[in-house]
């Protein structure tokens, strides 16, 4: 069920050849809007970033278009796109999507042992970066190597529809990680420990027990400041 993952792009700026002029922008413009020098709230037109790119207006709204797709801005009729802002609703709902994702990712290679072991190396590969990251205070990196880590338990399910639509999240995972541990090296230092704790029960197989940690590491993680309300109210409805 694992593929290779010789070609992967991971992120929209980790791609060295981008198919068009229009997808070169959106990804530079994603990395700023993910970095946060490009703030929620900021407006992006398009002769902004036909400048600022040395191109036409045409690709500049190809990729206004694209940023939009990716959850990054909302775009206004004739005035450009606004920066969007991450909402404890959009938080809560993409961290349950993508521990709903792992936990299924998990459930299909439980019995399998080799395919077990060789995801677990690669999500070795993924901490020894994060730490590297870390040692580095490239928080930027660290937040990239997260959703690495993630996304490579949620292909570990083989459904590749379910890998291209995780994927296409990338830049929303990342700007949420990266918004969590910014300016607090100590939080992405934790972050990391969490991350070393699902490797147990991933290589012992024990769907469950990974269930368990992956919810532990969404609370510990993204909503220290304890249960959301509107979780905890969908909770009492099921």
């Known amino acids: 069920m694992i593929s290779s993952s010789t070609d992967r792009i991971l992120l929209p700026w980790h791609d060295p050849t981008p198919r068009s002029v229009a997808l070169r922008i959106a990804a530079g413009s994603a990395r700023a809007i993910v970095e946060g020098r ?31 797709s990716w959850g990054l801005v909302r775009l206004v009729p004739k005035k450009g796109g606004i920066v969007t802002a991450v909402s404890p609703a959009e938080r809560r709902d993409l961290v349950d999507l993508r521990a709903t994702l792992e936990i299924r990712g998990i459930q299909l290679v439980a019995g399998f042992p080799a395919q077990r072991a060789v995801l677990a190396d690669r999500l070795r590969a993924s901490l020894a970066a994060q730490r590297s990251a870390l ?31 995780a994927t296409a999240l990338g830049p929303r995972f990342a ?11 100590l939080a992405a230092a934790h972050y990391l420990r969490e991350h070393e704790e699902l490797l147990r029960p991933l290589e012992s197989g024990d769907a469950p027990a990974f269930s368990a940690a992956v919810r532990h590491h969404i609370a510990a993680a993204h909503f220290p400041e304890g249960p959301d309300p509107e979780e905890s109210a969908a909770e009492g409805l099921r």
């Open 135 to 165: 040692e580095a205070g490239d928080l930027l990196a660290f937040s990239e190597q997260d959703v690495d880590f993630h996304l490579r338990i949620i292909e570990a399910g083989g459904n590749a529809v379910v890998a291209e639509l």
């Open 175 to 185: 700007r949420l990680t990266h918004l969590a541990v910014s300016g607090d090296a």
């Open 38 to 68: 490009l703030g929620p709230g900021e407006m992006l037109t398009e002769a902004q970033l036909a400048e600022a790119a040395g191109a036409s207006r045409t690709p500049a709204r190809e990729a206004m278009v694209q940023l939009q």
